[in-house]
């Protein structure tokens, strides 16, 4: 009996568990050491004013190349970071790293432009993001509104205390508050109001609809003027054909970011590109 148990037990754990679970014990262990590696980099995604269609910002988007595993890409090794803590030392690297390609951007274009860095949840419980952020800053010689900080509502929605606070001291610092990948959890609007966001990020899949999809379109227009109507600006992100581009336009989206304009991109290619494009334009 006991035999049999012990066996179905064991035969529980399918080919396809036992794969994920090698698979992410590889990517935990690779992790561990790939910032003193420097196996990571940071890509830059222009964003755009959609009307005048000229570059107002980047968003800051991590890489991961490892030798034994090849390319891992966000979706995959965010959540790990995550639970395992690391997503402090490499959320940090990210701000550092984002924050002086900033700097040095601005100088080569004369310009004045906004970084955006994603931050996870896990980085909040961190005691010394606020200082980290404060010193970045000043490293690189930027203003706080030059840094947005994006946040999904999975951040919130934990609803701990030490997240208002450390969202209440970045907003008397002066950095801006982006809320991503709106439309997608709960709630959203008590938080939109509650913590004082200047930014909201429209999520990919409504965008996706927009042209071929009456509700998708109808909630982007709702969502745009709920934000208007709290003073946010709104970006709609994963902008790939030109007809999103010009039903966002119509209504009354302010900036956008996709596939249409340009791919997340090394340093060197986002500034040849970002140059090129106002030489152009
Ligand atoms: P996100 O913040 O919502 O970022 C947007 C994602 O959409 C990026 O994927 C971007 O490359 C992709 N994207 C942009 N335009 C288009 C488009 O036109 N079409 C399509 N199909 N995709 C587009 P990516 O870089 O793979 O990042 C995935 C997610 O990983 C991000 O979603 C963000 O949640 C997280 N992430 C990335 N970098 C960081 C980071 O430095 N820190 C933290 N905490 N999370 C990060
Ligand atoms: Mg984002
Ligand atoms: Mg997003
Ligand atoms: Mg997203």
């Keep these: 009996q006991a035999k049999t148990l012990g066996r179905n037990a064991y035969s529980f754990f399918t080919k396809e568990m036992n794969t994920a679970m090698i698979r992410r014990f590889e990517v935990e262990e690779q992790m561990r050491n790939a910032l003193e590696r420097d196996e990571f980099e940071v890509f830059y995604q222009p964003q755009f004013d959609s009307k005048t269609q000229k570059v107002i910002g980047a968003e800051a988007l991590l890489r991961w190349h490892n ?5 891992i890409f966000p979706d995959e090794f965010i959540p790990i970071a995550e639970q395992t803590g690391l997503i402090v030392p490499i959320g940090q690297y990210v701000i550092n790293e984002s924050l002086n390609f900033l700097s040095s951007w601005q100088a080569q274009q004369n310009g004045d432009f906004v970084m955006a860095v994603n931050l996870s949840p896990r980085q909040f419980r961190d005691k010394k ?3 980290v952020i404060k010193k970045a800053l000043k490293n690189a010689n930027l203003s ?5 900080l994006e946040i999904t509502e999975g951040v919130l929605m934990t609803g701990q205390s030490y997240i208002t606070e450390a969202l209440i001291e970045l907003q008397e610092l002066g950095v801006k508050l982006s809320m991503d990948d709106f439309g997608t959890g709960y709630s959203s609007l008590s938080y939109l109001r509650q913590y004082h966001f200047d930014v909201l990020k429209v999520d990919r899949s409504f965008v996706n609809g927009i042209t071929i999809n009456k509700e998708d379109r109808d909630l982007v227009k709702a969502s745009i003027a709920i ?9 709609a992100e994963g902008v790939e054909i030109s007809e999103q581009l010009n039903i966002l336009n119509e209504l009354g989206c302010d900036y956008v970011q996709g596939y249409y304009f340009s791919k997340p991109m090394p340093g060197q290619k986002f500034l040849d590109y970002t140059e090129n494009y106002r030489l152009e334009s």
Excluded: F, R
């Design 67 to 71: 030798p034994a595993l090849g390319n």
């Design 144 to 148: 706080p509104d030059n840094l947005e």
């Design 227 to 235: 934000a208007h109507s709290l003073g946010l600006k709104v970006v």
């Design 129 to 131: 993001l606020l200082k």
